[in-house]
């Protein structure tokens, strides 16, 4: 198998190779390169740059602030923006445009489109996920969060947990339990909140790596006008699992560029370090390798569904499982070639807590070890590998469901 680019897309390509080349500073090798408040301001200036390209939402319709471009061209986009090591927005942008808006385009009204839309692409608004609950993580059929009409606005008590950049965010959409007398799935809704309310209060999680990327919010008494819910009083759950797929879905082009690039890295580090001619390291570096090419090839057949039309099902499992349960495995040998350098990482700390470091990143111990710690997170986040199995044993396999408890 040798797949390739029509003509056609390799002249766009190099349109967006040129774009990039216009709007970077000369010598540019990455975020990687750039902490602190260096890389926050470069983020704050680049960001503006591709919402007037039209690259900041490249799929969304013209008419919202979008760049229109087909599936086929965001492709290209994503993979050229990986390559290059510069982000696609800002932090929260993959809530904001990524997963909330195309959710709007596909099941909200042209009055929260309008309204939305133009304000996410303008920075006015800023997003988070209100998905997981301590009593639901996994299992996000039996989310409590409670929603009451009261009149002209929902009434929301209760919690979320696992918030992702949650205090960085002015506005959550969130899954609420509106009919507490349906079945599990049939009962949920899903609402658009403004998080700059007296009834809602947004606590950080310390991760083991020091950070705080995660958050809990608590919601006392908060509301949130009626007519703020997207696809339909009680079909959240339609709604989650459609959003869900948007999720998934720019990774099968970006994560193996991503781990293509670490495994790079890990290969200087064996040289650097003296280890790369050790016959157990090279066993060890040869199996990384081949499953970086085993991920290249789940996510061409990811994307060659994207193409043809098809939204992202419940297979993208596959891919979420596989790289999940790689990264933990590559990491730790990272780890074991710095040896006890690992125990005293120093350096420059990841801009990010998920999947691998940055494009241009300098190859120290730092970088690898808080990699390292971060990587047990993406065996959880975004669907924990068990659910990930249970997934792929029911809705693929079609293998019988798991017996419940009891």
Not at 49 to 78: D, F, M, N, R, T
Not at 368 to 386: C, D, E, V
Request: glycine share 10%.
């Amino acid at each position: 198998m040798h797949p390739s680019y029509s003509p056609e897309a390799e002249q766009y390509r190099a349109k967006v190779q040129e774009f990039l080349a216009d709007n970077l500073p000369k010598n540019w090798k990455g975020t990687g390169s750039l902490e602190g408040e260096e890389l926050e301001s470069f983020v704050r200036g680049w960001r503006p740059v591709l919402a007037k390209s039209g690259y900041l939402a490249p799929g969304w319709p013209v008419a919202y602030g979008g760049g229109g471009l087909s599936a086929l061209e965001q492709v290209i986009v994503a993979e050229e923006f990986e390559r290059a090591g510069v982000p696609t927005g800002a932090p929260n942008d993959v809530f904001s445009i990524q997963m909330l808006g195309n959710t709007l385009l596909m099941f909200g009204t042209e009055e929260q489109k309008k309204h939305f839309l133009p304000r996410i692409i303008s920075g006015e608004d800023t997003w988070c996920q209100g998905y997981s609950e301590p009593n639901a993580g996994s299992d996000l059929s039996n989310v409590g969060l409670k929603a009451v009409l009261d009149g002209d606005q929902w009434i929301i008590n209760g919690q979320k947990i696992w918030t992702s950049a949650g205090h960085l965010a002015d506005h959550i959409f969130t899954l609420a339990r509106t009919d507490p007398d349906s079945p599990k799935h049939k009962g949920i809704s899903f609402l658009l909140v403004d998080m700059r309310q007296p009834g809602i209060e947004v606590r950080p999680i310390k991760m083991i790596s020091g950070e705080s990327e995660f958050n809990e919010v608590f919601y006392t008494d908060a509301t949130t006008p009626k007519d703020q819910v997207v696809g339909g009083v009680n079909n959240g759950w339609a709604v989650a699992m459609g959003l869900l797929g948007f999720e998934r879905g720019e990774a099968a082009a970006t994560a193996p560029i991503r781990f293509a690039a670490e495994i790079d890295r890990l290969f200087a580090l064996a040289k650097e370090r003296g280890v790369n001619n050790d016959p157990r390291i090279r066993q060890k570096l040869a199996w990384c390798y081949s499953q970086v090419q085993v991920m290249k090839y789940l996510g061409m057949r990811t994307l060659t569904k994207f193409l043809a039309g098809h939204h992202p099902g419940p297979d993208g499992a596959i891919f979420k499982l596989f790289w999940s349960e790689y990264h933990k495995i590559v990491t730790e040998i990272g780890v074991d070639i710095l040896g006890m350098d690992a125990l005293v990482p120093s350096g420059r700390k990841p801009s990010s807590a998920f999947q691998t470091d940055d494009a241009g990143a300098p190859n120290d111990s730092m970088s690898w070890a808080m990699t390292f710690l971060n990587a047990r997170a993406g065996t959880i986040y975004a669907g924990s590998s068990q659910i990930q199995r249970n997934i792929i044993g029911e809705m693929v396999l079609g293998l019988p469901k798991e017996p419940k408890p009891g």
